[in-house]
């Protein structure tokens, strides 16, 4: 009998790039079948665009009613997994990048084991819940994460693993968007309204961002922005902005920009894969003390938007004295081994699958 594991594609679509890697590593081993369970046409067509050779095995699962089909507005989890119930819990290994799936403990006569691929590796409370426990086993990228999740007591060490970050394999490359060699600027704001710079301080950020001369600028929020905050809108000729596409979450932009400017979103680690000059607003004038201001030791941190074209024409002076913090913290927060996180990842999932000794065969 083959080895039967199942990962949810419940989530938003940026999700599906810290799990897709193992996914399709696990597919290529002999005696393993894996199943991708969605209710979404459209993230189920954003697998298959990585898995030319179809080793993936697609499920659709049924849609609870909610907004049209979308890779960034997926309908209710909960729901999902109650209509789903009996699809899902027939496969005695489920892998997961959301804690919404941990409901399913709740429900009499759920065997199967859940495995989370913890997503992002940032710096804000937001990423600890109390569901995150009720997984029997939790990938994380890097020893930052494994270590919180212990000491918050979400983990005991034996049920954590580091397994690095996996979509750094599915990562674009460097792209061109703009018409001439003007170095590019990423503006990437954090949706949660308590943290980020972009809820309120827009018009300020705006005006900064579109009087700047000498540099082209993309503005790429994390995708829930939009629930938080109107869209984004600007017509300088010099501003392109995104409020949700594949560019937005394929890593498109973090490697395409020259420098960095943000607040508590852990794409800041996915821009330092390469260390370059980071820019942090801090417009509320917090003490920036606190895991969620981590980040701000690794690059200039500014008060108020109109500071923003000063930094900037300091970055690139001042590189040379973060670079060794930026390699510091990204050695933390992302285990960077020689092996591919994809392989790490697959083996411990695997591991776990092949000697739990789940119910279902």
Request: charged fraction near 20%; aromatic fraction near 8%.
């Amino acid at each position: 009998m083959p080895t039967d594991i199942a990962f949810l594609a419940i989530a938003e679509a940026q999700q599906l790039y810290h799990w897709l890697p193992a996914a399709l590593e696990l597919a290529r081993r002999p005696g393993v079948r894996v199943s991708v369970l969605s209710p979404s046409d459209q993230l189920l067509a954003l697998v298959a665009s990585y898995d030319p050779q179809g080793i993936l095995r697609p499920v659709r699962l049924r849609r609870p009613p909610s907004r049209p089909d979308s890779l960034f507005r997926q309908p209710s989890r909960l729901a999902t997994l109650l209509l789903n119930y009996a699809t899902i819990a027939r496969f005695p290994t489920l892998v997961t990048t959301e804690i919404s799936s941990a409901w399913l403990r709740r429900v009499p006569g759920f065997t199967s084991h859940l495995i989370l691929i913890k997503h992002g590796a940032g710096d804000r409370e937001g990423g600890y819940k109390k569901r995150h426990a009720d997984f029997d086993l939790t990938l994380v990228a890097g020893e930052k994460d494994r270590r919180r999740m212990i000491d918050r007591g979400l983990c005991t060490p034996e049920a954590i693993a580091v397994g690095g970050y996996a979509k750094f394999e599915l990562k674009a490359p460097r792209q061109r968007y703009f018409y001439n060699d003007d170095p590019v600027l990423l503006y990437n704001p954090h949706f949660d309204p308590a943290l980020s710079s972009w809820v309120n301080h827009g018009p300020a950020i705006l005006a900064s961002l579109e009087s700047l001369t000498g540099w082209n600028v993309i503005i790429a929020p994390h995708t829930k922005l939009a629930r938080a905050a109107a869209p984004i809108v600007s017509h300088a000729p010099h501003i392109r902005v995104d409020m949700g596409s594949r560019q937005s979450i394929d890593m498109s932009y973090t490697m395409s920009a020259d420098v960095y400017l943000g607040d508590v979103s852990s794409q800041v680690y996915e821009f330092l894969l390469h260390p370059r000059p980071c820019i942090f607003l801090n417009l509320d004038h917090r003490d920036g003390a606190g895991d969620a201001f981590a980040h701000w030791r690794l690059g200039q941190v500014i008060d108020s938007a109109d500071a923003l074209p000063q930094a900037l024409a300091r970055a690139t002076g001042l590189q040379p004295g973060f670079v060794a913090a930026q390699e510091a913290a990204m050695q933390q927060s992302i285990n960077l081994s020689p092996v591919p996180a994809s392989q790490r990842q697959a083996d411990l999932i695997l591991n776990f699958a092949q000697t739990s000794h789940p119910a279902k065969s």
